[in-house]
């Protein structure tokens, strides 16, 4: 009964939200020849062009940038944002991502993650997940499963400034112009074609290019003007995130999250002394954290990482007999843990929150367009996945654009960009749907569901090869 509901919700939500977001977004979208003549403020016709220098948009820049093939390529970068002078301050940033083995591999190939490391990064060697409504926990340690680290933190702001370090250094075949709010595209409407997509700048200038990608992020207007189906959710969650000063110095290399009734709440580890919060809670909730002062904050997190939670007498027993089943035969039992640190306080003005959503889109190509990163795929941050999805793009969108010119093909030949969107949809969509059972799982308190996810938390932990596979494909 309560699958069928369930399924229902999740049937209702997907109608709601499947939107046709296209319209192509200028006027004359399907007479794109009309426009091609240079207009008063045509500023020039590029190979590429992609629409927005986030971490993912930079990085494809600086990829295209490297690959001696691609390098040859006319490229312009168009991000919406000033161009703000990086400085390393002692505190450090409240916006961090939780980086995988592949984004280091990706990293290290572009040079990035050399400049990083001269920054700052914490490595993680240790990670606990435990359930506030029941004893059940899973860990992942590097020692048993990698032999290398189970994740990175790193500051967005530290990761960026490395990319445009590299991107500065690195062969000038990549323009960049901040301060660049695109207004519209008009897009090409056949494959294979010649006719060039128009970018329609906020201050009246035009450019052209071959190949348009869209590295715009979860709003992406290039996804709109692409009209493909764009399947989304809000999950009324916001991630309250800030610095944390812990109460006591430690080698600090594990990650620590807690499931509580309203969500995950994540501590990743920074230096010996701060963490950084991620706390995943419904929107009122999260206004009211940020609202309240400082000490009072760190009282209701403490709280909410220590806290007993009303527990159900059955997922009691259950769980306590399969512990005692799994040491009888010899399988890991998780009753050995470890204890979360305590947080003395948190650095002055460091609370901000961020709204938390679904979003998929159906494709992630179109005549002479490709998508990537947030633009393309959107997910809650429970996993840390969001950005080493839009990495793993970069690395496949440049291995297929470089296979296809050296074979000869075309800049926009559909060969090169179905392969780069069905290798990348073989690899997040399962991702997203992972993602999306877990939040669901964890956001119900009803008996029955505890109960499931405790047990299948409970044996998951004791199957290392299943944990192993977890792992592999999440450091993908
Ligand atoms: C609380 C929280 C915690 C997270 N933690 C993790 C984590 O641990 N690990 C992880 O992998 N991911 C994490 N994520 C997800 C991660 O932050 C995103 O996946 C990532 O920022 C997406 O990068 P992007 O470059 O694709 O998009 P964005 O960062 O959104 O960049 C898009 C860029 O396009 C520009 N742009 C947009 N429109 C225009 C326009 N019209 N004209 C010009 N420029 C434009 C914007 O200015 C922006 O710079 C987290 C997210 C949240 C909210």
Same mark, same amino acid.
């Given at each position: ?14 109608? /709601? ?13 399907? $007479? ?25 948009? /930079?990085?494809? !820049? /600086? ?13 312009? %970068? ?12 002692? +505190? ?6 939780? *980086? ?86 008009? %897009? ?23 190949? %348009? ?27 309250? @995130?800030?610095?944390?000063? %812990? ?15 309203? &969500? ?15 706390? /995943?809670?419904?929107? +009122? ?13 760190? $009282? ?32 890991? +039992?998780?009753? !050995? ?33 490709? *998508? ?13 996945? &969001? ?22 093909? +075309? ?21 997203? @749907? ?43």
């Amino acid at each position: 009964m309560l699958s069928n509901s369930v399924k229902r919700l999740f049937v209702r939500q997907i109608k /709601c939200s499947i939107r046709t977001t296209g319209v192509r977004s200028l006027s004359a979208a399907e $007479d794109v020849t009309s426009l091609t003549k240079p207009v008063e403020k045509f500023k020039g016709d590029y190979d590429v062009i992609i629409a927005g220098g986030g971490m993912v948009g /930079c990085t494809l !820049a /600086c990829a295209m940038a490297k690959d001696s093939i691609l390098s040859n390529l006319k490229v312009l %970068l168009l991000e919406g944002s000033p161009n703000k002078e990086f400085k390393l301050k002692t +505190d450090y940033s409240n916006r961090v991502v939780a *980086l995988n083995q592949n984004t280091k591999t990706l990293m290290t190939s572009l040079d990035v993650w050399q400049r990083v490391e001269k920054m700052r990064l914490q490595p993680v060697r240790y990670m606990q997940v435990w359930d506030a409504s029941s004893d059940a926990m899973i860990s992942f340690s590097s020692s048993e499963l990698l032999d290398d680290d189970v994740a990175y933190i790193v500051e967005n702001n530290v990761l960026l400034h490395a990319i445009n370090q590299e991107l500065a250094s690195s062969k000038n075949n990549i323009s960049i112009i901040y301060d660049a709010k695109i207004a519209g595209y008009q %897009l090409p409407k056949q494959d294979n074609s010649r006719v060039k997509s128009h970018v329609q700048m906020a201050n009246g200038d035009t450019y052209t290019c071959q190949l %348009l990608i869209g590295a715009d992020g979860a709003n992406s207007a290039v996804r709109k003007a692409m009209g493909v189906q764009y399947l989304s959710w809000n999950y009324d969650q916001m991630g309250v @995130v800030a610095t944390l000063n %812990l109460a006591e110095e430690c080698t600090n290399t594990t990650a620590w999250q807690r499931w509580i009734p309203s &969500g995950p709440i994540a501590i990743l580890p920074l230096d010996s002394k701060r963490s950084s919060l991620v706390w /995943c809670t419904w929107q +009122d909730h999260a206004q009211q954290l940020l609202k309240l002062p400082e000490d009072q904050f760190v $009282d209701a997190l403490n709280d909410a990482l220590w806290k007993q939670y009303p527990r159900s007498g059955s997922v009691e027993t259950v769980t306590s007999w399969t512990t005692s089943w799994l040491r009888r035969v010899g399988l890991p +039992d998780g009753a !050995a843990r470890q204890l979360p640190p305590s947080i003395r306080n948190i650095t002055p003005n460091s609370r901000a929150a961020f709204p938390l959503a679904f979003g998929h889109s159906t494709r992630y190509i179109a005549p002479g367009v490709v *998508l990537i990163g947030d633009a393309a795929h959107r997910v809650h941050p429970l996993a840390g996945q &969001g950005v080493n999805l839009g990495f793993g793009d970069v690395a496949d969108l440049t291995a297929a654009l470089s296979n296809a010119m050296y074979s000869g093909l +075309d800049i926009t030949h559909t060969a090169w960009m179905s392969t780069y969107e069905s290798t990348r949809q073989r690899h997040n969509v399962p991702t997203q @749907v992972m993602i999306e059972m877990m939040h669901r799982l964890y956001t119900v308190d009803l008996m029955p569901v505890v109960l499931a996810r405790s047990v299948g938390l409970q044996i998951t932990n004791a199957l290392q090869p299943l944990k192993k596979m977890i792992m592999s494909h999440a450091a993908s």
